[in-house]
């Protein structure tokens, strides 16, 4: 649109004689012109409409004059300029028409070339006002934009810390009780010889490690999202964590009457660098699927090199089965949170629907690839390649079996307290220590005040210390042990065993003074080997932590 101007004159041949000089400007769409006879005339034009780029306005006029048209105008929102028109010498009310916000002024009678410069340098002065003022909005908008998105930053964050304590939080609530679910379990498997009742009770225990499997993987998840999660480059053997993989599945496949087999291509190294424990759960989430949707057939995990690359070698992994396969319209969504390959699925089989978004996130940490093959009624195979490192070191040992007779006399007359405050927690611990040392002296403590009152008293070769408990918790008492007591009550060995699995708990209970970590439910093999590597040390009590 061109520029809009408006003249406020009340001579009436002014509208004819600008019309005439300036028509081919307004031919030429340069300028708009309109017109009014006074300042009433023009303040109702200019509250009507806000599209006036310029005024041109006489100051002598009936009804309302310029001066009082100037003073109107500073409370309208139109963007433009004002230039008054006077005669010669009539400088007292220029003065004025200038201090009342009047850009420019022309004097009668009017040089029309005059007057086309004014209107010329009034409307570039407009245009730039209009860009600043621009600026000035866009530079508003973006500081509030910035601002906004700062506090939305911080919402997120907020939430993100939410999330975590309330996954911390109820980890350690479902947990709880589910350690002693599955302890009380194991230790009936043990003493039950009826038929029925060990049916039962292995139905009791499988159901409860299904649903700790559940909230593994939505902690992994959380892990996963939230950057916390760490990858191993230790030692390892492919042949060692395949083995393990099958001994762990191999009963879930002979009960539905599947061969599960593996292979490894014999250019695979016998030693690389890595993640095994990443590994591991990669492979039992694919085959644990792999056996879960096939009814017949075979279950078989196939590994290759897929060649080298910047001193590393990627090694490829595939697991097929010849179970009910996935139809193409659903290949592309198995890999989202909550997707399983159709609604009936969770249903019929279980499972959260995490299992393959967290091997996937799991597999791209470790810079790797999964790609997935799939017919209906055929099967499926799941590939994934994971660069390692090629090396001679030895694999570390993880020390989770129970350790020879020798070594359990040797400990059996040691003293450990058992920090904890669930009845049945005490129980399964009491119970799953003396079912393989029956003779190691247990005291029970309720909570972290009463475990430094008696550690205080009988000076403990071991403590075993719950994280979350009334009155003092875990943390509070191994700092207060550490801190406050004397040697050699301040080096006894402290074993972390909580529900709570979160790396920044972890972390926390080495911080406080802990020196090893056993998560509910417990592995009763790992417990007794880190007691007996802990109450086994040379000098148990002259360690880091003795005063001097």
Not at 213 to 226: F, G, P, R, V, W
Not at 288 to 317: C, L, M, W, Y
Not at 348 to 371: A, H, V
Not at 437 to 460: C, F, S, T
Request: hydrophobic share 40%; glycine share 6%.
């Amino acid at each position: 649109m061109p520029p809009h101007i408006l003249i406020v004159d009340d001579e009436p041949d002014l509208e004819l004689l600008i019309r005439q000089k300036f028509r081919h400007q307004i031919r030429d769409g340069k300028y708009r012109f309109s017109f009014a006879g006074n300042g009433v005339e023009a303040l109702e034009m200019l509250k009507q409409e806000n599209d006036y780029d310029m005024i041109l306005t006489d100051l002598n006029m009936p009804e309302m004059d310029g001066l009082t048209l100037l003073s109107n105008i500073k409370f309208l929102d139109g963007q433009y300029k004002a230039v008054v028109v006077s005669a010669y010498g009539d400088l007292d009310n220029i003065r004025n028409a200038m201090n009342l916000g009047a850009f420019d002024f022309i004097t009668k009678p009017i040089n029309f070339s005059d007057l086309e410069k004014t209107i010329e340098k009034t409307l570039v002065e407009v245009e730039v006002i209009r860009k600043g003022m621009q600026a000035r909005e866009q530079l508003q908008k973006a500081i509030h934009d910035k601002e906004i998105a700062e506090i939305e930053r911080q919402k997120a964050e907020e939430a993100k810390k939410h999330e975590r304590q309330f996954l911390a939080n109820m980890s350690h609530e479902i947990r709880t009780p589910m350690n002693a679910i599955i302890g009380m379990t194991k230790l009936l498997m043990n003493i039950s010889t009826e038929y029925r009742q060990l049916k039962y009770i292995k139905g009791i225990k499988d159901s409860a490690e299904n649903l700790l499997a559940i909230i593994n993987d939505i902690l992994d998840l959380s892990k996963i999202e939230s950057g916390k999660i760490k990858i191993e480059h230790i030692p390892f053997s492919i042949n060692d964590t395949l083995e393990l993989v099958i001994t762990t599945l191999k009963h879930k496949a002979d009960e539905k009457g599947l061969t599960l087999s593996s292979k490894i291509d014999p250019s695979v190294p016998s030693g690389i660098k890595g993640d095994p424990v990443r590994l591991y759960q990669v492979l039992m989430n694919l085959v644990g699927n792999a056996i879960k949707f096939t009814e017949r057939g075979h279950v078989n995990i196939n590994v290759i090199t897929a060649g080298h690359s910047d001193g590393q070698i990627p090694i490829r992994f595939d697991v097929s089965d010849t179970g009910i396969g996935i139809s193409e319209e659903n290949l592309s969504k198995i890999f989202e949170k909550f997707t399983q390959a159709s609604s009936d699925t969770t249903r019929k089989f279980g499972g959260t629907g995490l299992g393959l978004t967290i091997s996937k996130q799991l597999i791209e940490i470790q810079k790797g690839l999964i790609t997935v093959w799939s017919r209906p009624g055929e099967g499926s195979v799941f590939s994934f390649t994971i660069p390692y490192l090629e090396t001679v070191e030895t694999p570390v040992e993880k020390g989770t079996d129970i350790p020879s007779p020798n070594t359990l006399n040797l400990i059996k007359d040691k003293r450990v307290l058992i920090v904890e405050d669930n009845a049945f927690n005490q129980i399964v611990a009491v119970d799953s220590i003396h079912e393989i040392i029956p003779d190691m002296p247990l005291d029970l403590a309720e909570n972290g005040r009463i475990a430094v009152e008696m550690h205080q008293k009988n000076n403990y070769d071991l403590i075993i210390m719950d994280i979350q408990m009334p009155e003092m918790d875990g943390f509070q008492a191994s700092q207060k042990i550490r801190k406050e007591l004397p040697s050699p009550l301040s080096a006894v060995p402290i074993i972390a065993m909580t529900a709570s699995v979160t790396r920044e708990e972890v972390e926390d209970c080495f911080e406080a003074g802990m020196d090893e970590f056993v998560a509910k439910p417990f592995n009763q093999a790992e417990l007794i080997s880190k007691m007996s590597r802990l109450l086994l040390n040379e000098n148990p009590k002259q360690n880091k932590y003795e005063h001097h």
